[in-house]
């Protein structure tokens, strides 16, 4: 399994991004889906999560400009951000409770992240 995020880039404050990430590989299903981001010196964070139901837990300090959301469809999990402001730099990363089938036909539980993708807010 393996994911990969994409839609990072540089930002004027107050600007928007929506950020990707597709697992691909013998998934049978994926549970909670979620986005960390991590800044220079600091500890990686939770951004947000997303439950296969639908159901969302936001940081309190995106509130109300980011939103996740998902297509099961496409094993892909989305955050979209909006009013973003310099303590928004990071790299993102994704990551993704999956249910893998292996070749002998076994399902097998793990969680996998993303290599992280770059967001710079910068006037």
């Known amino acids: 399994v393996q994911l990969q995020a994409s839609g990072g880039g540089l930002v004027q404050p107050g600007g928007s991004l929506r950020l990707s990430c597709a697992a691909s590989g013998s998934i049978f299903r994926i549970d909670d889906m979620g986005w960390y981001r991590q800044a220079p010196g600091k500890q990686r964070e939770l951004v947000a999560t997303i439950t296969s139901g639908g159901t969302t837990t936001y940081a309190d300090s995106v509130k109300g400009r980011f939103t996740i959301s998902r297509d099961n469809a496409k094993f892909t999990v989305y955050l979209q951000m909006s009013s973003l402001n310099p303590e928004d730099a990071a790299i993102y990363h994704c990551?993704?409770?999956?249910?893998?089938?292996?070749?002998?036909?076994?399902?097998?539980?793990?969680?996998?992240w993303g290599p992280g993708t770059q967001v710079t807010v910068s006037s």
């Open positions: 990551n993704a409770d999956v249910l893998s089938l292996e070749g002998s036909g076994t399902l097998v539980a793990g969680k996998y």
